[in-house]
């Protein structure tokens, strides 16, 4: 069964950069046939997608977020990682992290979410 | 890139159908048959229920349906059930492998 599973800092400090992992369980990183992406959602509000990676690397990042975010895949640990940087208040969201499939072209499988509260 | 418009709520009494609309524009929902929905309970991951504007995947029940007309989204659900109080979100391809998401719909069974 696939399992995804967020870990990271709940707490980040303003204008430091926000780190998160995604661990895959029940299926490899490496397949064609998905995305892996990062998608958030700060409290009482709607969801933002802020990027998707591919197992060999390419990456697409929402455009609002494009120069704060980096996306990386380790193919070795069935991981991947979400970097934002410079952070502020307004980024204090539950951040999930999702199997995107290329057939159906829609966010499949999704971790639970993990709190991240920007603050000092 | 900016948010789909959902209403804030939508609410029907059990038994009844009710329809939550997704408006975009001529850029994501207008210009690909490529909408999601996803049904969110509080505290939870989201659920795909609709894709490709009217497809459902396997296991949701066909009490959930979508459609599309210009830029406007639509989930219907059918023969409300309790279960289905819940957010729903709509999303888009956007071009340029860009997604977005609508504002969400809390859908209250009265």
């Known amino acids: 069964q696939m399992q995804l599973q967020e870990s990271g800092p709940g707490l980040v400090k303003p204008s430091e950069t926000l780190s998160l992992t995604c661990t895959v369980s029940?299926?490899?990183?490496?397949?064609?046939?998905?995305?892996w992406g990062w998608i958030r959602q700060p409290p009482g509000k709607g969801m933002e997608w802020i990027g998707s990676i591919y197992y060999s690397g390419g990456t697409y990042c929402n455009p609002s977020l494009k120069s704060r975010v980096t996306i990386s895949v380790d193919t070795s640990k069935n991981q991947f990682s979400l970097n934002l940087s410079f952070v502020t208040a307004a980024d204090t969201a539950v951040f999930y992290c999702?199997?995107?499939?290329?057939?159906?072209?829609?966010?499949?499988?999704w971790g639970q979410g993990t709190l991240v509260t920007v603050s000092s | 890139q900016s948010a789909l418009t959902q209403p804030a709520s939508v609410s029907g009494s059990p038994g009844q159908s009710i329809t939550i609309s997704c408006t975009g524009t001529?850029?994501?929902?207008?210009?690909?048959?490529?909408v999601s929905w996803y049904q969110q309970h509080p505290g939870k991951a989201p659920k795909l229920m609709i894709y490709?504007?009217?497809k459902r995947p396997s296991g949701v029940s066909n009490r959930f349906s979508g459609s599309k007309s210009g830029n406007t989204a639509s989930l219907t659900i059918s023969g409300l059930q309790a279960e289905d109080e819940a957010d729903y979100y709509c999303c888009s391809y956007a071009g340029s492998s860009t997604y977005v998401f609508g504002t969400g719909t809390k859908v209250t069974v009265l």
């Open positions: 029940g299926g490899s990183i490496s397949s064609s046939s998905y995305y």
């Open positions: 999702a199997r995107f499939s290329t057939a159906m072209v829609v966010f499949d499988y």
């Open positions: 490709e504007v009217s």
């Open positions: 001529s850029s994501d929902v207008g210009n690909y048959n490529l």
